[in-house]
Structures are given as structure tokens and as C-alpha cells.
């Protein structure tokens, strides 16, 4: 709850466990209230709408009214692409090169100049993943 400290006796809640209930003690002091639920059961909570008999007090139960609880964001799938990208023999970086790879035609094109026909060494596909 946003602020229950300002909460009166009689005053409706929500909780996600219980449903609707009302607030049946305030105790200021210790900042508790007690609510009685709709459906018999009977809790202790802190102002701040969490459970005191909770071991992990992280997660909020009680609220002023129903909260809207919607599903996280759908995760992006992975799926597994595959692209062809040529092997060329380089000598900018000396005889004993093995190679190089363009993964695009316009990174072939920046070094168009040094790329010669005969330099040609084969195609190979290159599997990585990406976003669906």
C-alpha cells in the first residue's frame, strides 16, 4: 500500500492471498495494521502492504484496490542465421596469410583495391545467432 499509515479501521484492501478484506486493528506504533478477509482469514501486515510473517519480505501482498498484474515482456526468440561470405587470399598482411573474410559487400569494397580474381579462395557459410 502506498501509504497506509493514513489507513482507518474499516477501510477495504486487497490482498493478492486473500482477496478483499477489511482493516480491523491499527497499531502506529509498531506500524502494523491487522485485516480481517472476506473469506475468514486474518493477517498482520506493515504500512507499506507487506506481509509480516513473511520470510521474504521483497514481495508485496496487500493494496488499497485490486492490483493490474500483467505478464512480463515476451522474451525475443534466438534462431540460428546463416551467411555466405567469400575467402579471399591476402597479401596485406604478408605471404604467410591465411586468409582473409568479408562479411559483406561493403566491407569487400573498402579493400576492392587489394582484392585480385585469382585471390579468390572459396565461399563458406558461417552459422551465428540473432534475433528473430
Do not use: C
Request: charged share 30%; no cysteine.
Amino acid at each position: 500500500m502506498p501509504d497506509s499509515s493514513e489507513a482507518k479501521v474499516g477501510d477495504r484492501v486487497y490482498s493478492i492471498k486473500y482477496g478483499w478484506g477489511s482493516i480491523e486493528k491499527i497499531r502506529q506504533s509498531i506500524n502494523k495494521i491487522s485485516v480481517v478477509f472476506d473469506n475468514g482469514n486474518a493477517d498482520d501486515y506493515f504500512f507499506n502492504g507487506h506481509f509480516v510473517y513473511s520470510p521474504n519480505r521483497e514481495f508485496r501482498d496487500l493494496y488499497l484496490d485490486v492490483p493490474e498484474i500483467s505478464d512480463p515482456p515476451k522474451p525475443k526468440r534466438m534462431i540460428t542465421a546463416i551467411r555466405w561470405v567469400n575467402v579471399y587470399k591476402s597479401s596485406l598482411y604478408g605471404p604467410e596469410s591465411t586468409g582473409r573474410l568479408y562479411f559483406s559487400y561493403k566491407e569487400a569494397m573498402q579493400e576492392i583495391s587489394i582484392l585480385r580474381k585469382e585471390d579468390y579462395i572459396t565461399t563458406i557459410p558461417i552459422e551465428f545467432e540473432v534475433e528473430e
